[in-house]
């Protein structure tokens, strides 16, 4: 039985894109597990798809490997805060906010008064109620921090906002059809490339809450663990292919 020739550099070179994939893969579990506490935040996954590549020589083919990465947007959990300006989305949609870019999306709703009374995210970004900004009673705030029982304010479930009563405004809770075309900016942000918002209908507000992330660090830790162990598979399957190498080459110099 002949025994099974394994081509150096297809070795070194397949070595080398899983450790580049395992890179990605590292970037992704690292910054999920450093958002675990972050208000809204959605989880990154990566998806791959194989393909097969030109020939090197006469013989060989390798399989590819492309990576996507894509946002989950699976519900977190929902937790109490008393804060009344803390508002959690139940269901589907997205808080419409103003940036100096333009209109952003997000699913944080920890927001806070500005010195000019506006309902604002913690970067100071305006959210929008029927595409404007919103601006509560004066007498509410002072520097920022709100000086009247919490009561005065309402948040509904539907969205609109009331100060003792009386309808203040509306917040745009909005949605796609194509979730897969908003892509993160920062900030707890998406930016809609090619999508067109709609107004959202499955939805509940709860003031007082805020949605937590939907990462699950255990789970990311286990990912740390088998990108780790992988990590030392790829090196030593790239030390076996120099080492071949190095024999090829010597080998060749004696003939």
């Known amino acids: ?109 920890n927001f806070t008064l500005d010195r000019e009374r506006r309902l604002v995210t913690p970067q100071g970004y305006p959210v929008l109620a029927g595409g404007a ?12 921090l709100i000086t009247l029982p919490e009561e005065r304010i309402q948040i509904h479930s539907d969205g609109i906002i009331s100060v003792d009563g009386t309808t203040v405004a509306r917040l745009d809770i909005v949605t796609f059809d194509d979730l897969g075309k908003l892509k993160k900016i920062g900030h707890n942000l998406f930016r809609a490339e090619g999508a067109q918002e709609r107004p959202a209908e499955d939805f509940q507000l709860r003031q007082g809450y805020l949605e937590k992330s939907n990462v699950n660090p255990l789970t990311e830790v286990v990912h740390l663990i088998e990108i780790h162990r992988e990590f030392e598979a790829v090196q030593k399957a790239i030390r076996s292919a120099d080492e071949a190498t190095g024999r090829l080459l010597e080998t060749a110099s004696r003939t």
Do not use: C
């Open 1 to 109: 039985m002949k025994a099974l020739k394994v081509n150096p550099q297809l070795a070194w070179l397949e070595g080398l894109e899983a450790g580049r994939l395992l890179e990605r893969r590292l970037a992704v579990t690292t910054n999920n597990l450093a958002n675990v506490d972050t208000p809204g935040f959605k989880r990154e996954a990566l998806s791959f798809r194989e393909y097969l590549l030109p020939k090197i020589g006469p013989r060989y083919r390798r399989i590819f490997k492309e990576t996507h990465e894509y946002t989950v947007f699976d519900q977190g959990e929902v937790e109490p805060t008393g804060n009344p300006l803390d508002v959690a989305i139940v269901g589907e949609g997205f808080f419409k906010v103003l940036t100096p870019e333009g209109v952003a999306y997000t699913r944080a709703g």
């Open 133 to 144: 900004p919103v601006i509560l009673d004066p007498g509410l705030a002072r520097g920022g």
